[in-house]
T-cell receptor, first 112, second 115 residues
Framework: ETGVTQSPTHLIKTRGQQVTLRCSSQ?????VSWYQQALGQGPQFIFQ???????GRGNFPPRFSGLQFPNYSSELNVNALELDDSALYLC???????????FGQGTRLTVV | AQTVTQSQPEMSVQEAETVTLSCTYD???????LFWYKQPPSRQMILVIR??????QNATENRFSVNFQKAAKSFSLKISDSQLGDAAMYFC????????????FGTGTRLTIIP
């Protein structure tokens, strides 16, 4: 297992609600990326944080937002949840310029 | 925009045999990395092997090797001596060597190992 941990592992929310997912990056890593993996699909890039600043964003609406903290842990916030937001959310940490990204085990979000 | 295509949704192989998973990609860049990731039922993405585009030599990691054809934009994964623990989803991924270094994934191939 890598040193990247995500919480919670599973979550059920109602449409319209807000959710916060958390990621603790591997020691020494200053970059965190978030991905959404819908059932039967490959992960899709949501955004990346480097040294507490957003450093690139995929094709996701503004209701997907994030934070990175001084200890390089990170949060993914999703407002006004929609049924299509149901997916596995993966966090990956890395050191800038290093080719390998280490993934957490993901948070399975179900929106009902 | 970069795209990654995996045309084999499912593959199966007898234990101890060899299997090849296919991947093609599209990019206008010349400096990039390609990866194969394994995702078992535990959901955690595990790096299997990586290839740097400017290296002509194909990468090898124990039983795993790649066939990298840069001109054809093809990047296949060969698994030799398949083991039961190799059963998983396999994703091909691309990463440019600049900018935010995001990964672009294919849709995956589900590999089943037949005992």
């Amino acid at each position: 297992e890598t040193g990247v941990t995500q919480s919670p592992t599973h979550l059920i929310k109602t449409r319209g609600q807000q959710v916060t997912l958390r990621c603790s990056s591997q020691s020494g890593h200053n970059t965190v990326s978030w991905y959404q993996q819908a059932l039967g699909q490959g992960p899709q890039f949501i955004f990346q944080y480097y040294r507490e600043e957003e450093n690139g964003r995929g094709n996701f609406p503004p209701r997907f937002s994030g934070l990175q903290f001084p200890n390089y842990s990170s949060e993914l916030n999703v407002n006004a949840l929609e049924l299509d937001d149901s997916a596995l959310y993966l966090c990956a940490s890395s050191s800038k310029g290093n080719t390998e990204a280490f993934f957490g085990q993901g948070t399975r979000l179900t929106v009902v | 925009a970069q795209t990654v295509t995996q045309s084999q949704p499912e593959m199966s192989v007898q234990e101890a045999e060899t299997v090849t998973l296919s991947c093609t990609y599209d990019t206008s860049e010349s400096d990039y990395y390609l990866f194969w990731y394994k995702q078992p039922p535990s959901r955690q993405m595990i790096l299997v092997i990586r290839q740097e585009a400017y290296k002509q030599q194909n990468a090898t990691e124990n039983r795993f090797s790649v066939n990298f054809q840069k001109a054809a934009k093809s990047f296949s994964l060969k698994i030799s001596d398949s083991q039961l623990g190799d059963a998983a989803m396999y994703f091909c991924a691309y990463r440019a060597n600049f900018g935010n270094e995001k990964l672009t994934f294919g849709t995956g191939t589900r590999l089943t190992i037949i005992p």
